[in-house]
């Protein structure tokens, strides 16, 4: 029986090897123009963004379909589909002229009333997020074959932001008008009117995508070709971007104590722009609604005992900065004008001294649970800090392994005590923020609301007022009361604003231009000049 | 000194693996006076190498918890595992040999059916599923080594019952009028139970290898870490910090050694064809 049981580990172990031995047929070339071999992980389920718009999709699926607009890293739109736009007064009126040569991949004309099909019909029926933008729209418009026009019913700050490629990717009404959209056969052959169109995938090797030649962009795209490999494993994804056989990684691809190692190489350069459209800040949700995290003193008490520059340094490996509330400094309307929580064990103590949970025998004041988050060992080291620093004053944390399924099943209908995570801010805090706090999105059963229960009045009418203000002016000043709200009664410790780490080779310029990074079209990058 | 032992305590084998034993026994023992310091705390700055701060001889892990003073709490996780669940797998397989071996006709046939069922499934698919199902803990992982390590023993035990039961003394026990549990238990188990112990200490080697390739593929309990749960950890940053897996590797390797040559002594020591060429 011992012997079996060896066998099994090191069968176990050469299994994980093997899988990440890369394909031979995607080899970087040297052609005119060049290709670019970008890791694709975990494969895409499929690359019709409309319907899917998971990480590895965006990247894939975001050099073949776009949407009006993109964004520089200060979220100043720039010229997609659109060439130029322009808001009325009031904040209820936005008019886009589209550029006028642009065509679908199979050579029908991109016009107005593909953007009014896919605002107005398709993603309003398949896209949530697209949903709560659109939504807004009194009415949306083809004024001719290359303006639309869309009507708000009440100004939306960040209406603009919708128009971001995996937000709004514009849909092909000629193919998609009147079918249903989740079978309809065309999902399969992505049709976009991006800069490369799909050329091959072969299902868990690669997907390689040719470039356009009829694209609208004069002279672009620079690339002949990019090749996705498909590479499950963590070890093997290293290897090939050490050795070149791969030029980019992007988000976590890389564990993050590979990438100091790897950002040192000569031929790769370690990208951390790109990233503001998701600024994710990592961070701890209490469940608001049990004891002891009903209490406040108890919640300010745990964010006075997390050393938060320990977070980034040692979980993190320096890829982000200690976070101050719920806002990143990368997404619009941040403040720093809030309640901090320096590293304060005493303070922490005094707290819970105030509340009447003091030690016993063995020093423990209380004992709470940790839902683990289920993605990888980054997070499984995070719950371990968490455990030993909140164990310095006297909480005990029993730490809930889970997988997928389990945690999002028991994060969504709020049973748990604690648990980690990192959700994409999306620009704005309407969209990507205010989710999570306001009380009419506390919904049972669905993950990535307001799963923490927390419910104050004032802070949903600030969201409020601040989603519909005309003027960043306005704007800010509401988000700002916000954040010194919630950082005062913080129903979640925020820790950590997350850096992705985007690792690319020397050689590619102008490849991460605006705030989607790596989810950009790429329509600009080009191999530089020897 | 009963010959048993006497012959034991001259094998070289059975002091190697005794005294490997006694060190990690002890280390677990006395972890908390060796160590004052919590060893979940960070002691020092994370990824420090071993042999160059004297005071953590065998460098940090990447929260900067001192290894040496993991690998000695940790050895409670891994022995308790080990014995726990080897404790449980005999119990259980001595009452299901034994009825089976004693017994025989339908009784044996239903209990060797049973036994050859769980024998058939690939024991660590088996235990791994089990504790997935069960959610990690010591507690699950226990029970999931124990189920699937009994069923040699059952047939072991159930061997040995079925060549003592028609022997004389046993048959004198029923003229006697001795009950079946009693002629069980007082004049048929301990004359089995050498081979049982022998292989009880190999079955202990092989749990805690279990248990350590379980928490290596991240199944093991995250609150009571084992050394196979250190490994898993640094597993991927082995080529930044080889010492965060290589000392508990170590470990593992030594203490199942030990167990393994004890196992061998024991065998030696209760085979009575080794027994006379001692004696002669």
Known sequence: ?530 | MNPTLRRLSRDPKALIGFTILLVATLSAIFAPMLFPRDPWAMATRPFLPPFEDPEFWLGTDMLGRDIFAGLAYRARMSLIVGLASTVAAVVIGIVIGALAGYFGGWIDDVLMRVTEFFQTIPTFVFALLMVAILSPSMLSIIIAICIVSWPPVARLVRSEVASLRNRDFVRAATVLGESHGRIIVAQILPNTLSPVIAMASLMVASAILTEAAISFLGLGDPNRMSWGYMIGASRTVIRQAWWMSFFPGLVILLVVLALNLLGEALNDAFNPRLARRGRR
Request: net charge negative.
């Open chain 1, 1 to 530: 029986m011992t012997r079996l049981t060896r066998r099994s580990v090191l069968k176990a172990t050469a299994a994980g090897v093997l899988a990440g031995i890369l394909p031979a047929a995607v080899r970087a070339q040297g052609a005119d123009g060049g290709s670019m071999n970008i890791i694709a992980f975990p494969e895409p389920p499929t690359l019709f963004i409309g319907l899917d718009q998971n990480g590895s999709t965006q990247t894939v699926a975001g050099k073949i379909y776009e949407s009006l607009l993109t964004f520089d890293f200060d979220f100043n739109p720039q010229p997609g589909l659109a060439t130029s736009w322009e808001m009325s007064e009031d904040g209820l009126v936005y008019t886009f002229n589209l550029v006028q040569n642009a065509t679908w991949h199979d050579g029908t004309p991109f016009t107005a009333h593909d953007v009014v099909f896919t605002c107005r019909d398709f993603l309003m029926e398949v896209h949530p997020r697209a949903r709560v933008i659109f939504g807004n729209c009194e009415t949306i418009e083809a004024l001719d074959d290359h303006t639309v026009r869309f009507t708000l019913k009440q100004p939306f700050g960040p209406f603009l932001m919708g128009f971001e490629m995996s937000t709004a990717p514009m849909i092909p009404a000629h193919l998609y008008e009147g079918t249903d959209y989740r079978t309809n056969p065309n999902n399969d052959t992505p049709v976009g009117t991006g800069p490369f169109k799909l050329a091959e995938w072969s299902r868990g090797q690669f997907i390689r995508l040719e470039r356009n030649p009829d694209y609208h962009g004069e002279g672009q795209p620079h690339l002949e070709e990019l090749v996705f490999p498909i590479l499950p494993d963590a070890g093997a994804r290293a290897v090939a971007l050490e050795q070149g056989q791969v030029q980019q990684s992007q988000f976590f691809d890389i564990e993050l104590f590979d990438v100091p190692r790897l950002a040192e190489l000569p031929h790769l350069d370690l990208i951390s722009r790109g990233y503001e459209f998701y600024a994710p800040v990592a961070r701890i949700e209490f469940n608001n609604r049990v004891a002891p995290f009903d209490d406040v003193r108890f919640r300010k008490a745990v964010n006075y005992a997390l050393d938060r520059q320990l977070f980034a340094d040692a979980i993190f490996f320096g890829l982000g900065v200690p976070a101050t509330g719920p806002i990143s400094k990368r997404t619009r309307f941040y403040s720093d004008d809030v309640t901090t929580y320096d590293y304060n064990l005493e303070q922490a103590e005094a707290l819970l001294d105030e509340m009447g949970l003091t030690p016993d025998g063995d020093g423990v004041r209380t004992t709470v649970s940790f839902l683990r988050l289920p993605w990888g060992e980054t997070w499984a080291r995070f719950a371990e800090m968490v455990q030993q620093q909140l164990g310095q004053i006297g909480i005990r944390v029993e730490i809930e392994p889970s997988d997928p399924a389990s945690w999002t099943q028991r994060y969504a209908n709020w049973d748990f005590q604690m648990t980690s995570n990192y959700p994409y801010q999306f620009g704005d805090p309407a969209l990507g923020v205010a989710r999570f706090f306001i009380s009419s999105n506390i919904r049972q059963g669905v993950a990535y609301s307001n799963c923490t229960g927390y419910s104050n009045p004032q802070v949903d009418a600030l969201f409020e007022k601040s989603a519909h203000g005309v003027t960043d002016e306005e704007r800010q000043a509401a988000y700002t009361e916000v954040q010194q709200i919630l950082t005062d009664e913080v129903p979640m410790a925020w820790l950590v604003e997350v850096d992705f780490p985007t690792l690319l080779d020397t050689r590619y310029e102008d490849v991460i231009v605006s705030a989607i990074g790596t989810n950009e079209t790429y329509r600009k990058a080009k191999l530089a000049a020897e």
